[in-house]
């Protein structure tokens, strides 16, 4: 989906709340043995004597979900969000019965001074349950394009 908003109208302190997901324990394990094939995403009984004490998401499922839920719902950038880099932290396990959710705040706007069509946004994302918990801390530069020349 094609979004709305380029560099010149992003400003510091801009907010934007993503519409949801809900997890169930199906599409982790499905995830899991794809792309993270680990007994704490495999597997619930096996997962209760790991680190997860139960049945977890993989963080890369959890942030292919930010990625899913930014894009359609939570970032309406006008050529697609294209990141450049960023940091990623997972404080909490997302587990099966979670419903997320993305919360996202502009940091800082840096038009490009080589490229004048573009510039760079760092944003910070929380990805949060149901309950407000933080699943997800994302902090990323992307790739904005400035509002083309009428």
Known sequence: MAGTLYLEDLAPG????SAEHALDAAQIVDFAKRFDPQPFHLDAE????TF??????SGWHTAAITMRLLVESGLPLADGVIGSG???????????????????????????????ERG????????????GEVCQRLTTKLVVSRRPAS
């Open 14 to 17: 801009a907010r934007f709340t």
């Open 46 to 49: 096996a997962a209760k004597s």
């Open 52 to 57: 997860f004490q139960g049945l977890a998401a």
């Open 86 to 116: 960023g940091e990623i932290q997972w404080p909490r396990p997302t587990r099966p019965g979670d419903v997320l959710h993305v919360e996202s705040e502009v940091v800082e706007v840096i038009p490009s001074r080589s490229r004048p």
């Open 120 to 131: 760079m946004v760092v944003v910070k994302s929380e990805t949060l349950n149901q309950h």
